[in-house]
């Protein structure tokens, strides 16, 4: 029963280098989500899902790209690290009821310098 | 559109006293309200959900929450907070008018005295 799983838990990128966040939930959750979180600033939505093959931005997609190929998986893609994508990174999932319980995973703190 | 007010950023508590963590929230229709407690270098953990009836809510950990329409608020209680309580928690509000975005406050600090 793992839930909603992160990978990796920590990365320190070199400035304009790219990386993926990967994001996997075994839940068949159709909604996903990825936030940021900064100190202070509670979370902040990136981009969201709705279902395999449909994304959306959030309230702060700049120099972010996601995926939805499956269900199951939602990988965050940063194309050219800039250090204010310093934070702490979370995805999350939903199933379709509209409850809006969102269950997260443990978070990817990704340093840029 | 949907906003969340957690008015303090840090509380702090002696250990055994009781707490109350506030919440206001912003949205036109009846919201879905939702607290959630993350502790240091973990994700986010509900902690207990007001969707409808009751409007006294309990949740996990001894946690109970109150809805109140006319001062829309949604605020968190315990009659007696341990050591381990010290946290994050964050208020959320989500839509039961369809939209599958919930909308959270900044959080607020929970600093536990011995």
């Known amino acids: 029963n793992a839930g909603v799983t992160q990978t990796p838990k920590f990365r320190i990128l070199k400035i304009g280098q790219s990386m993926t966040l990967q994001c996997t939930q075994d839940?068949?959750?159709?909604?996903m989500y990825w936030y940021r979180q900064d100190p202070g600033m509670g979370l902040k939505l990136i981009y969201y899902?709705?279902?395999?093959?449909?994304?959306d931005k959030g309230e702060v997609p700049n120099g972010y790209n996601v995926s939805r190929s499956t269900t199951e998986d939602f990988p965050l893609r940063l194309e050219l690290a800039a250090p204010s994508q310093t934070s702490v990174y979370f995805c999350?999932?939903?199933?379709?009821?509209?409850?809006?319980?969102?269950?997260f995973g443990a978070g990817s703190r990704l340093t840029v310098l | 559109a949907q906003s969340v007010t957690q008015p303090d950023i840090h509380i702090t508590v002696s250990e055994g006293a009781s707490l109350e963590l506030r919440c206001n929230y912003s949205?036109?229709?009846?919201?879905?309200l939702f607290w959630y407690v993350q502790s240091p270098g973990q994700g986010l953990q509900l902690l207990l959900k007001?969707?409808?009836?009751?409007?006294l809510v309990q949740g996990i950990k001894g946690f109970e929450a109150e809805f109140k329409r006319s001062q829309s608020s949604f605020n968190l209680r315990k009659p007696s907070v341990h050591w381990s309580d010290a946290a994050e928690y964050f208020c959320?509000?989500?839509?039961?008018?369809?939209?599958?975005?919930?909308?959270f406050g900044r959080g607020t600090s929970l600093i536990v005295h011995p």
């Open positions: 999350a999932s939903s199933d379709s009821s509209g409850a809006n319980v969102l269950t």
């Open positions: 839940m068949n959750h159709n909604y």
């Open positions: 899902s709705v279902g395999a093959g449909i994304t």
């Open positions: 949205y036109g229709a009846t919201p879905y």
């Open positions: 007001y969707f409808s009836g009751d409007t």
């Open positions: 959320a509000v989500g839509s039961s008018g369809g939209s599958y975005i919930p909308t």
